[in-house]
């Protein structure tokens, strides 16, 4: 029973290339959630996803970042013209329904962005 | 603005030397507290939902409670294995609003 696959989980990038990380949820999850977390900071929401829709974008920068959550296939967070500062852990995860009912997230293992 | 609030920031233990761990909350309308643990290199993971002021939660040597303005996470005879980052959330405006966490440490 896998649980939230997350990949890759470790990027390097340099500066103005483009990262695509990738979270599939667990089986019979329809919600996905992005959150990312610098060091000795907390996790900060980015997006949050439905299957082709997207719910919350609130927490995401409006330029150079975009999600999406296709029909077939798994979630993609795509950050373009990489800078130094999106050096972080992107976490994704998933819930079978709104996470505020039951607060229940099952989080991936995070995919860890460098840029040099 | 919704707000989460963790102290303190980093806790050393000894083995067996019993603890608690704070979380105060700004938040209109509290729809639930979540505690969840991260390991090291880890995503978070899920360990205990308060809904209302005065109830408990216990999962082995953890025990959460919850008042109006916090929460607590008492950890009772603390084994090495417990040593890692102790996260609390609130749902607020975002899905899940984060602290920044307490840094458990257990030495044998």
């Known amino acids: 029973n896998a649980g939230v696959m997350q990949n890759p989980r470790h990027l390097v990038r340099r500066r103005g290339q483009e990262a695509r990380l990738r979270c599939s949820p667990m089986?019979?999850?329809?919600?996905v959630y992005w959150y990312r977390q610098l060091p000795e900071e907390g996790l900060k929401f980015m997006v949050y996803?439905?299957?082709?829709?997207?719910?919350?974008e609130s927490g995401m920068p409006k330029e150079r970042f975009s999600a999406e959550f296709p029909k077939e296939g798994p979630s993609i967070l795509r950050i373009q013209q990489v800078v130094r500062g999106d050096s972080a852990a992107y976490f994704c995860?998933?819930?079978?329904?709104?996470?505020?009912?039951?607060?229940?997230?099952?989080f991936g293992e995070g995919s860890r962005l460098t840029v040099l | 603005e919704d707000q989460v609030t963790q102290s303190p920031e980093a806790l050393r233990l000894q083995e067996g030397e019993s603890s608690s761990l704070n979380c105060s909350y700004t938040?209109?309308?509290?729809?639930?507290l979540f505690w969840y643990r991260q390991d090291p290199g880890k995503g978070p993971e899920f360990l205990f939902t308060l809904y209302s002021a005065g109830e408990e939660k216990e999962k082995e040597r953890l025990k959460a409670t919850l008042t109006k303005k916090e929460s607590f996470l008492h950890i009772t005879a603390p084994k090495p294995e417990d040593s890692a980052t102790y996260l609390c959330a609130v749902p607020g405006n975002t899905p899940l609003v984060f602290g920044k966490g307490t840094r458990l440490s257990v030495i044998a």
């Open positions: 089986k019979g999850h329809s919600h």
């Open positions: 996803l439905q299957k082709e829709n997207i719910i919350d």
């Open positions: 938040v209109s309308g509290l729809r639930g």
């Open positions: 995860a998933s819930s079978p329904g709104l996470a505020a009912g039951t607060g229940e997230l099952f």
